[in-house]
């Protein structure tokens, strides 16, 4: 069965230091995975997605994210947090063996930045 | 988000009362996805529209669910006889293309007395 793994609930981060939030999956064939944000009382909005090719995929707002098939991990990272990014993240893939597309989300994790 | 709009934005409903929660995408999008959202949770997928192929209901957790595609357009979500643990954010999500990323609308709140 295809699952995502966030292990962290919460992730707390001093402004301007580097942050990583953690993703695993499991999934048959090669994922494709993707990262999501959500502010309060909003939508989700898309960060960045790995289909194939570079292992490291740079996204909106300075995120970027490594996929690393041996650890079947895909950690969202930034080199300097801002108190704006303080939301709710949520890891997801879509196996290759799906023909709709659908998404398997992770629980979320929230990232909370302080000044 | 990007050419996705939900009404109402919050819906409060007694229990055993059904709702109608809609979805309008842009135009022109390739497949349309219905997502629940419970609090503390991620999202779990409903359904899925494209084009005039079967949707997938797979996800659907009970007959009281149902949903719609107008065309290529709106699309509304059904749930009858609303229980209590129905109450989550409902989102509505499109691709667009032949692009593998999903936009969505900003939710409908639904809580259920």
């Known amino acids: 069965a295809q699952s995502v793994a966030q292990p962290e609930d919460q992730v707390n981060v001093a402004e301007g230091n580097p942050l990583t939030v953690k993703c695993t999956y499991s999934v048959s064939g090669n994922p494709y995975l993707f990262w999501y944000v959500q502010y309060p009382n909003r939508g989700l909005q898309f960060l960045l997605k790995?289909?194939?090719?570079?292992?490291l995929v740079k996204g909106s707002y300075g995120f970027e994210a490594e996929f690393n098939k041996s650890q079947t991990s895909f950690h969202l990272k930034k080199p300097s947090a801002l108190v704006s990014d303080s939301a709710l993240y949520f890891c997801a893939v879509r196996g290759l063996s799906s023909n709709t597309g659908k998404l398997i989300f992770g629980q979320g994790t929230t990232l909370q930045v302080k000044p | 988000g990007a050419g996705v709009s939900q009404s109402p934005s919050n819906k409060v409903t007694e229990k055993g009362k059904d709702v109608e929660l809609r979805c309008d995408p842009i135009s022109g999008h390739t497949a349309l996805y219905w997502y629940r959202q419970r609090l503390g949770q991620g999202l779990e997928f409903l359904i899925y529209f494209q084009g005039n192929s079967a949707p997938d209901k797979s996800g659907l957790p009970s007959d009281r669910f149902s949903a719609e595609r107008t065309g290529e357009s709106v699309s509304t979500l059904t749930i009858q006889r609303t229980q209590q643990e129905d109450s989550a954010v409902y989102l509505c999500?499109?691709?667009?293309?032949?692009?593998?990323?999903?936009?969505f609308g900003p939710g409908t709140r639904l809580t259920v007395l």
């Open positions: 790995y289909i194939t090719g570079d292992n």
């Open positions: 999500a499109i691709r667009q293309g032949g692009s593998d990323t999903q936009y």
